[in-house]
């Protein structure tokens, strides 16, 4: 579902609905023209519950599941990919996430960061990833 359509500049707003969007201010995805961005995606589902406790495959599995999910609510595909941004809690847990990254892109081969940070917003969390795709 998409909201906020903004004529002038052609902005899409893709929400998920988690209460944190209007506690914030964001939106899930936001698509200018046949540029997505979607926003630090984690491994919460709709309803809070953290999947792949403990497992940074797992939890980078779950991420580009549901990123892929709004990236076709946005006219997308997940080989529109161009970016990937992974914000982990442990970078000695790279070989995992490169895994679960490497199956979803092993040929789209986007330009990608893995950044070490102190923590997330949820100390469960191991992973949080960012996307920006264009529609060619």
Do not use: C
Request: hydrophobic residues 40%; without cysteine; proline residues 3%.
């Amino acid at each position: 579902m998409t909201i906020n359509s903004d004529k002038k500049s052609k902005r899409l707003n893709y929400p998920s609905g988690s209460k944190w969007e209007d506690i914030v201010g964001y939106s899930r995805a936001v698509k200018v023209g046949n540029t997505i961005e979607i926003a630090g995606t984690t491994a919460v589902d709709e309803k809070g519950i953290i999947h792949g406790l403990n497992d940074p495959y797992l939890q980078t599995k779950y991420i580009l599941e549901k990123i892929e999910k709004y990236l076709q609510k946005a006219g997308a595909k997940i080989e529109h990919v161009v970016r990937t941004r992974m914000f982990v809690t442990n970078i000695n847990h790279w070989e995992e996430i490169g895994r679960a990254h490497g199956e979803f892109f092993k040929t789209i081969k986007p330009a990608a960061s893995m950044l070490e940070i102190k923590r997330l917003i949820d100390p469960e969390l191991l992973i949080e990833i960012e996307v920006t795709a264009i529609i060619s």
